[in-house]
């Protein structure tokens, strides 16, 4: 109180002033928060994006040329048919020995169809037709097709023809 | 020291360089020997008309025919051809005894290599007979991806029938020789009406076999004269109709899509599945992945110059460029093809002797295409037939040459062994003309000798001619 009395009519209206002010308590705006948070994540993508789709963009340019200069050259399509019907066959390194010269190893993916063998023939003649695959009658062996009895001996033994 | 070696290296290096130029000097100057055509000579009497006229026949008669489907019997017989080293010998031998004099003939170890052939032989002797071939390979669905069974072992059958006709010919037995040539001849047909161009050409290999041996046969002492037997083969002999028919098809069978694509014409994404078949097609079942990256390529690379070429064929520039990119280079690339490929087979359908020439151009024609119009896949599944229908009526003309020779052996019979100065001095029976050519063949006389020609086609090797000379014996 003495110090109030005390006080100039200028500290007076100074003291008023304050004592006027409300404390306000520390708040976060969440709004604000989030808008800032999402702008600044959204930046960030941005950037990302922008970078990858420029590198994909180079890949890509990349690898379009390579495939347009690595490009098999076009096929000739002028074929000589050349049809040899009476050559000895040749001699195998190893049984089973066909005289067809046969598909080198790997040529045909899975059968030989049609487009490819058509093709084959035309250039290179018959000999090109690939030998047949899977069992067939051995020297020696008892052609069993044409014994009707061995046959019916072997289902009766429960064997498979 | 050091420059005594150098020297020395020199020295050695210029006197290897100058040996190495000599050597390929001389290598360049060596031609090698220019090929000759073939000449098949033949020693044959005389020989008049059999009684009655078609008692010999070529193709087994209509009263030995039996119902049912010859196709099985065939498959049945393939399965029952020996293989293995064995085998491989057989066959060997058997190239060997049919290039043997007929009177230098094994004949015991021949009947003993036949007969292991005998189980597979008596499946096409049977299938030779019957009524029809249908073959019914599933092409109407597989398109190119028609899987061909395995035909190899035939044409071994045939080589076998061929060596039994020769031995029943070595023995006097012209009437089983006969018959082995009826079975491989009707074989060749059954094959010749496959549904593809390899079947074509494999009963094409086949006859040609066969008939090498009516050469053996006419020589046999009392060898029948052959000329209406040889007349009544069918001709052509090997119909490329319907194997054409399929090859000018088999596009629009694989890609179904593309005979009917509805009245606004494929979609993009149909044009692509299109465009990516045909390259997965033509790299051997590549990746898709790959395929497509292909297919990427090619379009940036096609794209103008489709443009460009659809607007020169007549559309509007503003339709052209309305259309998606995969339509525009579709449209273009079919467009290309359906040309080029008209331009090939057009020519079947007239003689080989008229068809030659413009089949030639084609071919020119379709490797410039192939030039201009770089990256069209659809040209890629274009081949070039001239050869094909050469080879085919190749076939005819050797029928043509041999009923030439049957006519001579006729009319010398009837004018006391001589024969006849000029073709057209032949009364007895009409003489064929070259197929080759349409026009008749070279015919002249030597003495006994007589020689029959045709010219190899233009463009063709010595291998492609053909002559004949036919010396006849009293």
Redesign the interface.
């Known amino acids: 109180m003495q110090d109030q009395e005390r006080l100039g009519p200028a500290e007076r209206e100074l003291e008023q002033a304050l004592a006027a002010l409300r404390p306000a308590s520390a708040k976060i705006d969440r709004d604000r928060l989030m808008f800032l948070a999402g702008r600044t994540s959204a930046r960030r993508r941005s950037r990302l994006w922008q970078c990858a789709a420029g590198a994909l963009a180079v890949a890509l340019a990349a690898?379009?040329s390579a495939?347009?200069y690595a490009?098999p050259a076009?096929?000739?399509?002028?074929?000589?048919?050349?049809?040899t019907?009476?050559?000895?066959?040749a001699?195998?390194a190893?049984?089973?020995?066909?005289?067809?010269a046969t598909p080198e190893p790997g040529r045909w993916?899975?059968?030989?169809?049609?487009?490819?063998?058509?093709?084959e023939?035309?250039a290179k003649g018959?000999d090109a037709?690939?030998?047949?695959?899977g069992p067939?009658?051995?020297?020696?062996i008892p052609?069993r097709?044409?014994f009707p009895l061995l046959r019916l001996n072997d289902l009766l033994r429960g064997e498979q023809l | 020291m050091r420059h005594a070696t150098t020297i020395l290296l020199a020295i050695l290096g210029a006197t290897g360089a100058a040996a190495a130029q000599a050597v390929l000097g001389s290598l360049a100057e060596t031609k090698p020997a220019e090929p000759q055509p073939e000449v098949i000579r033949l020693k044959a009497a005389p020989a008049a008309e059999p009684r009655p006229a078609l008692t010999w026949l070529l193709l087994p008669e209509y009263l030995d025919q039996t119902p049912g489907n010859a196709a099985q019997l065939y498959y049945l017989a393939e399965q029952h051809v020996p293989s293995g080293k064995a085998a491989h010998e057989w066959e060997v031998k058997i190239s060997e005894w049919l290039r043997t004099p007929l009177e230098k003939l094994p004949r015991e170890q021949i009947r003993s290599a036949t007969d292991h052939y005998s189980s597979a032989l008596r499946q096409v002797e049977l299938a030779a007979r019957r009524e029809r071939c249908l073959w019914d390979l599933p092409i109407r669905s597989e398109g190119y991806r028609l899987i061909i069974p395995a035909m190899s072992k035939y044409r071994t059958l045939a080589r076998v029938l061929c060596l039994k006709a020769r031995l029943h010919t070595a023995d006097g037995r012209c009437d089983k020789a006969v018959h082995e040539l009826q079975t491989g001849l009707a074989m060749a047909r059954h094959f010749a009406a496959g549904p593809t161009l390899i079947h074509s050409l494999v009963g094409t290999a086949i006859a040609s076999v066969l008939l090498e041996q009516v050469d053996t046969l006419i020589q046999a002492p009392g060898s029948p004269n052959l000329y209406w037997a040889l007349t009544g083969l069918p001709r052509p002999f090997v119909s490329l109709r319907d194997s054409m028919e399929c090859e000018r098809s088999t596009l629009y069978l694989h890609f179904s899509q593309l005979r009917k694509p509805g009245p606004a014409g494929l979609t993009p994404q149909q044009w692509q599945a299109v465009m990516n078949g045909l390259w997965q097609l033509m790299a051997e079942e590549a990746p898709p992945a790959e395929a497509d990256l292909r297919n990427l390529a090619v379009s940036v690379y096609m794209y103008p110059r489709a443009k460009r070429f659809l607007i020169a064929q007549g559309s509007k520039p503003a339709e052209v460029e309305a259309m998606p990119v995969q339509q525009v280079i579709g449209a273009y690339c079919l467009d290309v093809y359906e040309q080029n490929r008209d331009e090939i087979f057009k020519w079947f359908n007239v003689p080989y002797w008229q068809a030659g020439d413009g089949m030639e151009r084609s071919a020119v024609v379709l490797q410039e295409a192939t030039k201009r119009h770089k990256g069209n896949p659809f040209l890629a599944l274009l081949p070039s037939l001239s050869r094909a229908y050469f080879l085919t009526t190749k076939l005819d003309r050797k029928i043509a040459a041999l009923r030439c020779i049957e006519a001579v052996r006729m009319h010398a019979a009837a004018h006391g062994g001589q024969p006849p100065a000029e073709l057209s001095e032949i009364q007895l029976v009409p003489i064929p003309a070259d197929p080759i050519t349409g026009k008749g063949f070279g015919y002249k006389v030597v003495g006994d000798t007589v020689m029959l020609e045709a010219p190899a086609p233009p463009g063709g090797s010595p291998d492609d001619e053909l002559r004949y000379e036919l010396t006849l014996t009293k």
């Open positions: 690898a379009l495939a347009l490009r076009p096929r000739e399509v002028e074929r000589v048919v050349y049809v019907v009476a050559r000895p066959p001699v195998p190893e049984a089973p020995a066909a005289p067809i993916r899975g059968e030989p169809y049609y487009l490819k063998l058509r093709d023939v035309l018959l037709l690939p030998a047949p695959r067939a009658a051995q020297p020696g052609d097709t044409r």
